[in-house]
C-alpha cells in the first residue's frame, strides 16, 4: 500500500466517528449550557482519566484555566490526575478503582462540574462519576464506544472502538466544550 494510501485510510477511519459526533450536538450543547450554570454559581471543573486519558485531563483543566483567546475569562478547574502522590497513596491504601472516588469524596461540591474520561471501561473512572453524582455535583463522562458502563448526567460518546480515533474525538468535543461554555456564560449575565 502506498503513503498517500495509507494516509487515505487514515483519514477514512476517523470519517464515521466525526459525522456521529455531530449528530450528538444537542448532547453537547446541553452539557455546555448546564456546565455554564454551575460556573456561573461558582462551581468548579474536576476532571480526571487514567492511562492516557489522564493528559486529556491535565490539558482539559489547563483549557479552562488559562484560555489561550485573548479576552475569555479563566475559569476554575484542576486535574485529579495530575497528583502522584495523592494517587499513589489512594490506590496502596484503597486500590487503583478509587483514585478518583476518594479524592471526590472530599473535594466535590454541588455546584462543581466533574469530568471523567476514558476511551472504554475503566473501574476508576466509574467509581469517580458515581462519587461525585453522590456528591451533588454536575457529571460529565467523555467515553468511547466500550464505556457503556459510565453513568454520568451528559455521556458523551466516541462512537468507534479505535482508542486513538476515539481520543481524537474527545479532544474536539472538550474544545467545543471549552468554546461554549463561554457563550452560554455570556447569556446568563
Same mark, same amino acid.
Given at each position: 500500500? @502506498?503513503?498517500?494510501?495509507?494516509?487515505?485510510?487514515?483519514? /477514512?477511519r476517523?470519517?464515521? $466517528?466525526?459525522?456521529a459526533?455531530?449528530?450528538?450536538a444537542? #448532547?453537547?450543547?446541553r452539557?455546555?449550557?448546564d456546565?455554564? %450554570?454551575?460556573?456561573? %454559581?461558582?462551581?468548579?471543573?474536576l476532571?480526571?482519566? @487514567?492511562? #492516557? *486519558?489522564?493528559?486529556?485531563? /491535565? &490539558?482539559?483543566?489547563?483549557?479552562?484555566? &488559562?484560555?489561550?483567546?485573548?479576552g475569555?475569562?479563566?475559569? $476554575?478547574?484542576? *486535574?485529579? *490526575?495530575?497528583?502522584? #502522590?495523592?494517587?499513589?497513596?489512594?490506590? @496502596?491504601?484503597?486500590?487503583?478503582?478509587?483514585?478518583? +472516588? #476518594?479524592?471526590?469524596?472530599?473535594?466535590?461540591? $454541588?455546584?462543581?462540574? !466533574?469530568?471523567?474520561?476514558?476511551?472504554? *471501561?475503566?473501574?476508576?473512572?466509574r467509581?469517580?462519576?458515581?462519587?461525585?453524582?453522590?456528591?451533588? +455535583?454536575?457529571?460529565?463522562?467523555?467515553?468511547?464506544a466500550?464505556?457503556?458502563?459510565?453513568?454520568?448526567?451528559?455521556?458523551l460518546?466516541?462512537?468507534?472502538?479505535?482508542p486513538?480515533?476515539?481520543?481524537?474525538? &474527545? !479532544?474536539?468535543?472538550?474544545?467545543?466544550?471549552?468554546?461554549?461554555? &463561554?457563550?452560554?456564560?455570556e447569556?446568563i449575565?
Amino acid at each position: 500500500m @502506498s503513503g498517500t494510501a495509507l494516509v487515505e485510510a487514515a483519514f /477514512q477511519r476517523r470519517e464515521a $466517528p466525526g459525522r456521529a459526533l455531530i449528530d450528538d450536538a444537542e #448532547a453537547v450543547a446541553r452539557a455546555c449550557r448546564d456546565m455554564a %450554570r454551575r460556573f456561573h %454559581r461558582g462551581g468548579r471543573l474536576l476532571v480526571f482519566g @487514567s492511562g #492516557a *486519558s489522564a493528559t486529556d485531563a /491535565q &490539558h482539559i483543566a489547563v483549557e479552562f484555566v &488559562h484560555p489561550v483567546v485573548v479576552g475569555t475569562r479563566a475559569l $476554575p478547574a484542576m *486535574s485529579l *490526575s495530575a497528583d502522584p #502522590a495523592a494517587l499513589t497513596a489512594i490506590t @496502596s491504601e484503597d486500590g487503583p478503582e478509587e483514585m478518583f +472516588a #476518594a479524592q471526590l469524596r472530599l473535594l466535590a461540591a $454541588p455546584d462543581d462540574i !466533574v469530568m471523567g474520561v476514558c476511551t472504554g *471501561s475503566c473501574p476508576a473512572v466509574r467509581n469517580g462519576l458515581a462519587a461525585a453524582r453522590e456528591r451533588g +455535583a454536575l457529571t460529565v463522562a467523555l467515553t468511547g464506544a466500550d464505556g457503556d458502563d459510565l453513568e454520568a448526567d451528559h455521556r458523551l460518546v466516541a462512537r468507534c472502538a479505535d482508542p486513538t480515533v476515539a481520543k481524537e474525538i &474527545h !479532544v474536539t468535543i472538550y474544545h467545543v466544550l471549552w468554546e461554549l461554555v &463561554h457563550v452560554f456564560l455570556e447569556r446568563i449575565r
